[in-house]
């Protein structure tokens, strides 16, 4: 048997063939994928575009804080066509190769037929020989080789038989496997170099390239802010119940995103010494002597601070050190701000646990959001939203205030007539008001949805003590151009904490006492009055033709007193069913079996009127005519059917419904394995330096307590309609409570809402203590025994079949 051999490549070939496959792999799909490309412009992405000096100046800049994209396309397109020219190398060299033992044919070595004689081989033989001879001026050894071996294996005996049984005339060879590198690499001269390359990539380049990525990784948290910055955050946060928004703005500055030592991006000028001061000289109500304390008065800090100042007041700053300065801090500011919201929700829930010893307010987390907003527009918050609106400045706003025509918000203005709208912005020339309402048509209009549901529970709309009450937020988002001239869409309720707060209605206080049962009693009875005069009305104005002319007739008062009648039994059943349950919650346990006496004894009562009830009408209708007799008995069956019908029909509709919900909460699941991304929409933001989408804040507060009761999930995908879950654990006391659901923008003014959300808290029944299904007789537990004790097994076994 022939052995095996191992061999470096001498000639080459094998390498230039693991380099063409490998080069192949890279630049086939890395073409595809990286080969820079014109994006198309969307047409109506231009039609909608803004063409005020803010927006274009934003262009300019984007477009200038970006050299190096251009540089770094055509370094991607050179890399690429080098590569492609290699590969091309390395396959018309692969192609030059010539392999010896590839194909070894002798008769078409010497160009001859096969089965050809001898003679003719001997002379094919001489004449080659005489032009390859390596002697002759056009021998070559190579081929004058191959000459003669073909030669011998056509001639001699023993080669031609090797040649006929092994494809060569030598006889069986070792079977070689070339290995695809050269065979430089070791040769002993070069051992030294090639150890030594190893030795610099995997035991210096590596360990020290992994090493500094997770030395910066480890410095920040998942959305890319230090976590110095976040303990600072949670150790000025917790100092106080209530912090104003000039406190948080100055929390912001202190960030440690802007100090040379955490952020080598950050550039120390040594123009700052004049220019700084002569910009805080011009900075309203901004006090840089006030706050001693560190770091917030540190350089770094007040830099910060002096800068989102001038930026929120819109000064303008020199263009070479300061703005670029300003453009730096204030595009880092939202994620901060999303930062310090989280921080502020943590703290609020430590709180709850008695982990730390303030509760924050609801005013602390919603002065740090709407600090977000104010970054983006460049505004303060008492300014007018209106000048969001491109063109709009402070001397414009009393155009707004007219006495003939009002315009309240930004909603009303696109409600507005195109003839009133022009009117009221008749400053404008014509080109100016075509961008405005270009902006105001791109505009968000959010039409914002709330459910409140127990999912976990038969009756999902029966609040209980202590129950996890869900909250169901649907947000459905269009542009604000589905307003322009149309009246009918109402005013969205605004956030607006000190109105609101006085239109509640109270509710108990955690920290008191709670309610006494004889006025948990009265609440129930007059909310059972309610919902009686509630499903009255709505029986009468459901109430269908068929209906009405069943009243028409001689049997029109006996189906009236039959109808007052059954219902006036089925409230009574209610009261007293609701009105034993608060009993039994008073009494004790020695007073449990009285009221389950009073109870039957009730019962029997209720039957007793029935019955005579029963017997006033029937003698009523003994009366009448035998054919009203007949026609009470048809609407008595026809009721009937239709009730069966309608029974059915809500029970298919009830498998609708949580068929429905399965298949949400499957695809809410998907959507969470998916991920989260971060495009929506583009805000309008000539003075934010980068694009900007649009993200909004939805929780759910106390507004008469002021606290937060669930934490602010950040809404960073409503394009067109999103769907979000808010959960809570309902008060521990029985009560009317009003709780609001909020909405707020992180990029708009003017545009968040408030949803108000009213729960009647029930009391919580007591747990089971016995239950029917539970109770075991003794015939199943004599049978249990037995089969305990029976060791007799109900297969055979070997000593049957012996037997």
């Known amino acids: 048997m022939a052995g095996q051999k191992f061999q470096y490549d001498e000639s080459g070939a094998t390498f230039f063939y693991f380099l063409l496959s490998f080069l192949a792999l890279l630049l086939v799909p890395g073409t595809y994928y990286w080969w820079p490309r014109k994006q198309k412009e969307d047409p109506k992405a231009l039609a909608s575009e803004c063409y005020c000096p803010g927006c274009r100046k934003k262009k300019l800049v984007l477009q200038s804080t970006k050299p190096w994209e251009l540089m770094k396309r055509t370094c991607i397109k050179v890399i690429i066509i080098g590569g492609w020219v290699l590969l091309a190398f390395l396959a018309y060299k692969v192609s030059q190769f010539d392999y010896e033992s590839a194909s070894f044919d002798p008769y078409d070595i010497l160009n001859v037929p096969i089965g050809t004689s001898e003679k003719v081989i001997k002379k094919a033989y001489r004449r080659l020989s005489l032009i390859y001879h390596p002697d002759k001026e056009t021998g070559d050894e190579k081929k004058f080789m191959k ?38 690499i070791v040769e002993k001269e070069n051992s030294v170099w090639v150890l030594g390359l190893y030795a610099l990539v995997f035991m210096i380049a590596l360990p020290t390239t992994v090493g500094m990525w997770w030395y910066k990784s480890i410095r920040y948290s998942g959305d890319k802010v230090l976590l110095e910055t976040s303990r600072m955050y949670y150790y000025f946060l917790h100092k106080s119940n209530s912090i104003p928004l000039k406190r948080v703005i100055m929390i912001l500055s202190a960030s440690l995103e802007f100090e040379k030592k955490y952020n080598s991006e950050i550039v120390e000028r040594s123009s700052d010494e004049y220019e700084m001061p002569q910009l805080i000289k011009q900075l309203y109500n901004f006090g840089e002597k006030a706050q001693k304390e560190p770091p917030l008065s540190y350089n770094y800090s007040i830099k910060a601070r002096a800068l989102i100042h001038a930026h929120l007041s819109r000064l303008v700053l020199k263009a070479d050190t300061l703005d670029l300065d300003r453009m730096y801090i204030v595009k880092k500011c939202p994620y901060l701000i999303q930062e310090m919201v989280g921080v502020v929700s ?3 829930l430590l709180a709850y646990a008695q982990r730390v010893p303030r509760l924050l307010n609801i005013e602390t987390i919603e002065n740090c959001m709407k600090l977000c907003p104010m970054v983006v527009q460049a505004l303060w918050e008492y300014k007018s939203p209106f000048m969001q609106l491109p063109y709009i400045t402070e001397d414009h706003i009393k155009h707004f205030d007219n006495k003939k025509k009002r315009v309240r918000s930004i909603q009303h203005l696109a409600q507005l007539k195109n003839e009133d709208r022009r009117s009221t912005l008749k400053f404008l020339s014509d080109s100016q008001y075509e961008d405005l309402v270009k902006v105001l048509g791109r505009m968000p209009y959010i039409d914002f949805k709330v459910r409140c549901e127990v999912i976990d529970d038969e009756a999902t709309t029966v609040y209980t003590a202590g129950a996890i009450v869900t909250v169901t937020v649907q947000l459905k988002r269009r542009d604000m151009r589905v307003l322009f001239g149309d009246d009918s869409y109402a005013d969205k309720h605004h956030i607006e904490p000190e109105k609101n707060a006085a239109k509640e209605t109270e509710k108990p206080d955690k920290l008191e006492k709670p309610m006494s049962n004889e006025d948990v009693i009265e609440n129930s009875e007059n909310v059972e009055n309610k919902e009686l005069k509630d499903d009255e009305k709505e029986k009468k104005a459901t109430k269908g033709i068929w209906q009405q002319k069943r009243q028409s007739g001689k049997g029109k008062k006996s189906g009236n007193v039959k109808k007052q009648k059954a219902t006036l039994s089925a409230s009574a059943k209610k009261k007293i069913k609701k009105k034993e349950k608060l009993e039994k919650a008073k009494l004790g346990d020695s007073e449990i079996k009285e009221t389950e006496d009073d109870k039957t004894e009730d019962k029997e009562k209720l039957k007793d009127n029935n019955v005579s009830s029963d017997d006033d009408s029937d003698s009523d209708n003994e009366s009448s005519s035998d054919a009203s007799g007949d026609e009470s008995e048809k609407t008595d069956a026809e009721e009937t059917t239709d009730d069966k019908k309608k029974v059915s029909a809500n029970n298919d509709d009830d498998d609708d419904d949580d068929w429905d919900k399965f298949q949400s909460g499957a695809n809410k699941k998907d959507r969470v394995l998916e991920g989260r991304t971060k495009q929506s929409h583009l805000v309008h933001s000539p003075y934010f330096p980068e694009e900007k989408h649009e993200y909004w804040w939805v929780y759910l507060s106390d507004r008469k307590s002021r606290t937060l009761l669930t934490v602010p999930y950040h809404v960073t995908e409503l394009v067109d309609e999103e769907e979000i879950q808010l959960k809570f654990t309902a008060p521990r006391w029985p009560g009317v409570y009003v709780f609001a659901v909020c909405l707020r923008s992180d990029s708009y003014f003017g545009f968040d809402q408030m949803h108000d959300i009213k729960l009647d808290v029930k009391e919580a029944p007591e747990p089971l203590t016995e239950h029917p299904q539970w109770d075991i007789s003794d015939e199943e537990d004599d049978t249990k ?10 297969f055979t076994t070997d000593e049957d079949v012996e037997d």
């Open 785 to 794: 025994e037995e089969d305990k004790q029976s060791d007799i097994s109900e």
């Open 346 to 348: 943590q703290l609020i």
């Open 147 to 184: 000459l003669t071996k073909a030669y011998q294996a056509l001639t001699d005996d023993e080669s031609r038989k090797n040649w006929e049984k092994y494809g060569n005339p030598d006889g069986p060879g070792a079977m070689s496997f070339g290995i695809a590198l050269p065979s430089w």
